[in-house]
């Protein structure tokens, strides 16, 4: 159960009330916000004095239910917007990894030709082998922060475990957390303690349930910028990398209040599908899509096979804007 308290409250009160009914807690603005199990339906009495709203819910999805928030919360960085009454679609592109300067100016100059304001890149890779490229570590995120600041461009970049989380937190403008930390609980919990927009992915094993309960733990730090990235998840099939889980897209819209964005690139696998992928995501009205794009695609040193060459990216946004349109968005 959520719970508004009045917002003059002690700390002393704060810290005892919380121990006493088991919540967790966090200020947004002149709220004070308590979260108790969901298996609580009603505002125990000790606590009724002090409450200026309740919300039970079903399940612990709690903060990011429709019960809590009835509309799509607004999440932005630098120039971009999503949710609320934007009506944007997000396109978050650029190559899997960051891996020369050379690279990123290239990728830079292509989103810029294209009006996209967000490039993303991996500096630290969470790869499925210790024999490959792990990414170029803080050398990568400082090279990111140049085509920042050259290009006007937001960065969007992955944390993968709890050695680097400040210094990504330092450079990213979004925090990606990826498929394979999405149950990292230090991760998750750092990342309510700042006010950095997350971008949240679903672990490919993982029910949605168990997906949103991980955004709640950044929720209820504190941080109410959360984004939920479906990317795929593990089917009987092999002919795909992954199976992208549209049918949990519709879910997450419906009952969650936070922003869906989709990443075809990862859910595919290859090329030749991403581009259908994509256009099929715009047309479910998400809030953005993440799509991986590199100037020499089989050159990658990460998730070469999947990636788009410059040329098929540029004629595939030009495919997205009217399929935006026609579901009432734009794509930004
Ligand atoms: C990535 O975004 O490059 C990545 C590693 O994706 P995921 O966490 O979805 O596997
Ligand atoms: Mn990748």
């Known amino acids: 159960m959520i719970l ?5 409250l002690s700390d002393d009160q704060i810290q005892q009330l919380a121990a006493a009914h088991k919540a967790a807690w966090f200020k947004q603005f002149d709220e004070l916000v308590f979260v108790l199990p ?8 000790s606590i009724s004095q002090y409450v200026t709203g309740s919300w039970a819910t079903d399940t612990d999805i709690q903060l990011a239910s429709r019960t809590y928030r009835n509309e799509v919360r607004e999440v932005s960085w630098g120039s971009t917007v999503i949710g609320g009454k934007s009506g944007n679609t997000v396109l978050i592109a650029g190559p899997c990894s960051a891996e020369s300067t050379e690279q990123l100016d290239q990728s ?3 989103l810029t030709e294209l009006g996209i304001k967000n490039i993303r890149a991996g500096a630290f890779k969470p790869r499925t082998s210790p024999y490959t490229f792990q990414g170029l ?3 990568g995120l400082k090279m990111l922060a140049d085509v920042r600041s050259k290009y006007g461009l937001t960065v ?14 330092e450079y990213a403008d979004v925090i990606q957390i ?3 930390s999405m149950y990292d609980h230090g991760l998750l919990k750092r ?10 992915k679903r672990g490919f094993g993982s029910t949605l349930q168990e997906f949103v309960q991980c955004a709640e733990f950044i929720l209820s730090g504190g941080n109410p910028n959360v984004i939920l990235c479906e990317r795929g998840i593990r089917t009987f099939e092999t002919k795909t990398r992954f199976t992208l889980d549209l049918c949990g897209a519709a879910y997450l819209k419906e009952y969650t209040n936070l922003p869906v964005i989709l990443d ?5 696998g290859y090329a030749y599908g991403v581009p259908d992928l994509a256009r099929a995501c715009t047309a479910m009205g998400v809030d953005g899509l993440l799509v991986e794009v590199h100037p020499t695609p089989v050159k990658a040193l990460s998730d070469a096979s999947q990636q788009l060459d410059h040329d098929q990216f540029r004629a595939l946004v030009k495919t997205l804007h009217p399929i935006a349109a026609a579901v009432g968005r734009q794509i930004i």
């Open 4 to 8: 508004h308290l009045q917002n003059n």
């Open 38 to 45: 969901a298996s609580v339906k009603q505002v125990p009495d």
């Open 108 to 110: 830079a100059k292509l």
């Open 137 to 139: 570590g803080l050398d």
């Open 156 to 169: 969007v970049t992955e944390v993968r475990d709890a050695t680097h989380v400040e210094d990504v937190i």
């Open 178 to 180: 990826g498929a394979k």
């Open 191 to 200: 990342c309510g303690k700042t006010q950095k927009p997350v971008l949240l």
């Open 264 to 268: 075809p690139s990862h859910a595919m």
